[in-house]
C-alpha cells in the first residue's frame, strides 16, 4: 500500500509540474509576446514585469516550503524566461537607430533580431550566475560536440539545399509570381547573405537557450527525458503557431511541423548535453523562413 501511494504521488507530482512548466511557459511566451497582438497581454510591459515579479516569489516559496522545493528549479526557469522577456520588451529594438537599419529590408531584419537576442541571451546568463548556477546548467558547454555538429550540421544542409532549391524555382518562374514577385534578384539575395545568417543564428541561439537551454536541465528530474521534451516542444510550438496569420487548418499543420522540430531539438540538447547541436539544426530551418521574409522586403 504504502508503494502504491508513493508512486500515486510521484505521478500527481510530475502531472503538477508538467502543468505548471506548461501554463507558465504560454504566460510568457504565448500571452506576453511582443510580436504579435493576439491578446491584451501582449506587448505589454506591466504585464510581463508582473508575472516575472510572479515566478520569481513562487521561486523563492518554493525554495522555502519542504513540500514544494520539488518545484522551484522549474519556477527558476520560467522567471529565467521571464526577466529576458521583460528586459527585451523594454529595450525593444536598441540596435536599429544606433547601427540606421530600422527598415524592412533584410539588414534591418537581421539587426531587429540581433536586438532581441542580446539581451535575452545575457539576461539569462547572468541571472544564471547570479542564482549560482554555472554555464552547463543551461547547456553552454562543449558535451558531445562533434555528435551535436554532426546532428547540426547535416540538418542544416539539407535545409540550406531546400531553401536554394525554392529560391531557384521561384527565380525560373512567372516574374508576376513566387519569391520574385517583389522584384528580389539572385544578386540581391547573395548580397543579403551575411544578413540571413545574422538572422537565423541569432534566433537559433536565443531561441533554443531561451525555450529550452533554461528549463530542460530543471525538467529532467521531475519529468524525465519525455515529458521534458514534449512539455517544452508544446510551448515552442503554441507559440510560433500563433504568430502566423494563417487559416485555422493551416495553423493546426504548422503547429504539428514546429512541435516536432521542437520535439528534435530537444532531443539533440538531451542527447548531445549540449546546445550548439539544436542551434545548427534550428538555425537550418530558420532558412525556410527567410524566403517569405525575403519577399516582403
Same mark, same amino acid.
Given at each position: 500500500?504504502?508503494?502504491?501511494?508513493?508512486?500515486?504521488?510521484?505521478?500527481?507530482?510530475?502531472?503538477?509540474?508538467?502543468?505548471?512548466?506548461?501554463?507558465?511557459?504560454?504566460?510568457?511566451?504565448?500571452?506576453?509576446?511582443?510580436?504579435?497582438?493576439?491578446?491584451?497581454?501582449?506587448?505589454?510591459?506591466?504585464?510581463?514585469?508582473?508575472?516575472?515579479?510572479?515566478?520569481?516569489?513562487?521561486?523563492?516559496?518554493?525554495?522555502?516550503?519542504?513540500?514544494?522545493?520539488?518545484?522551484?528549479?522549474?519556477?527558476?526557469?520560467?522567471?529565467?524566461?521571464?526577466?529576458?522577456?521583460?528586459?527585451?520588451?523594454?529595450?525593444?529594438?536598441?540596435?536599429?537607430?544606433?547601427?540606421?537599419?530600422?527598415?524592412?529590408?533584410?539588414?534591418?531584419?537581421?539587426?531587429?533580431?540581433?536586438?532581441?537576442?542580446?539581451?535575452?541571451?545575457?539576461?539569462?546568463?547572468?541571472?544564471?550566475?547570479?542564482?549560482?548556477?554555472?554555464?552547463?546548467?543551461?547547456?553552454?558547454?562543449?558535451?558531445?560536440?562533434?555528435?551535436?555538429?554532426?546532428?547540426?550540421?547535416?540538418?542544416?544542409? /539539407?535545409?540550406?539545399?531546400? +531553401?536554394? *532549391? !525554392? $529560391? &531557384?524555382?521561384?527565380?525560373?518562374?512567372? =516574374?508576376?509570381?513566387? %519569391?520574385?514577385?517583389?522584384?528580389?534578384?539572385?544578386?540581391?539575395?547573395?548580397?543579403?547573405?551575411?544578413?540571413?545568417?545574422?538572422?537565423?543564428?541569432?534566433?537559433?541561439?536565443?531561441?533554443?537557450?531561451?525555450?529550452?537551454?533554461?528549463?530542460?536541465?530543471?525538467?529532467?528530474?521531475?519529468?524525465?527525458?519525455?515529458?521534458?521534451?514534449?512539455?517544452?516542444?508544446?510551448?515552442?510550438?503554441?507559440?510560433?503557431?500563433?504568430?502566423?496569420?494563417?487559416?485555422? /487548418?493551416?495553423?493546426?499543420? +504548422?503547429? *504539428? !511541423? $514546429? &512541435?516536432?522540430?521542437?520535439?528534435?531539438? =530537444?532531443?539533440?540538447? %538531451?542527447?548531445?548535453?549540449?546546445?550548439?547541436?539544436?542551434?545548427?539544426?534550428?538555425?537550418?530551418?530558420?532558412?525556410?523562413?527567410?524566403?517569405?521574409?525575403?519577399?516582403?522586403?
Amino acid at each position: 500500500m504504502q508503494a502504491t501511494n508513493e508512486k500515486l504521488h510521484g505521478k500527481t507530482t510530475q502531472i503538477v509540474a508538467f502543468l505548471f512548466y506548461l501554463i507558465g511557459g504560454l504566460m510568457i511566451f504565448l500571452w506576453g509576446a511582443n510580436t504579435f497582438n493576439l491578446f491584451s497581454t501582449n506587448k505589454n510591459i506591466v504585464y510581463e514585469w508582473g508575472i516575472t515579479l510572479l515566478f520569481f516569489l513562487l521561486a523563492v516559496i518554493m525554495r522555502r516550503v519542504p513540500r514544494l522545493q520539488v518545484y522551484w528549479k522549474i519556477a527558476s526557469a520560467l522567471f529565467l524566461a521571464s526577466a529576458a522577456n521583460a528586459i527585451n520588451m523594454s529595450l525593444g529594438n536598441f540596435l536599429g537607430p544606433i547601427l540606421h537599419a530600422t527598415g524592412s529590408d533584410m539588414q534591418s531584419l537581421a539587426v531587429d533580431k540581433l536586438s532581441q537576442a542580446i539581451p535575452i541571451v545575457l539576461t539569462i546568463i547572468l541571472l544564471t550566475l547570479w542564482q549560482g548556477d554555472d554555464l552547463g546548467s543551461l547547456f553552454l558547454k562543449r558535451g558531445n560536440l562533434r555528435l551535436g555538429l554532426r546532428f547540426g550540421l547535416i540538418s542544416y544542409a /539539407i535545409f540550406a539545399v531546400i +531553401f536554394a *532549391v !525554392i $529560391v &531557384i524555382i521561384q527565380a525560373k518562374g512567372p =516574374a508576376s509570381q513566387g %519569391l520574385f514577385a517583389s522584384g528580389v534578384s539572385t544578386t540581391t539575395i547573395v548580397a543579403a547573405i551575411p544578413w540571413i545568417l545574422l538572422f537565423c543564428f541569432s534566433n537559433s541561439f536565443m531561441e533554443e537557450l531561451w525555450f529550452r537551454g533554461v528549463s530542460l536541465r530543471k525538467l529532467t528530474p521531475v519529468l524525465g527525458w519525455t515529458s521534458s521534451i514534449i512539455v517544452t516542444a508544446l510551448v515552442f510550438g503554441i507559440t510560433h503557431a500563433a504568430a502566423t496569420y494563417i487559416t485555422p /487548418i493551416q495553423m493546426l499543420l +504548422f503547429s *504539428v !511541423i $514546429v &512541435i516536432s522540430l521542437g520535439l528534435v531539438n =530537444a532531443y539533440i540538447m %538531451l542527447k548531445t548535453d549540449s546546445i550548439w547541436g539544436s542551434v545548427f539544426f534550428h538555425a537550418g530551418y530558420d532558412l525556410l523562413v527567410i524566403i517569405p521574409l525575403l519577399a516582403s522586403t
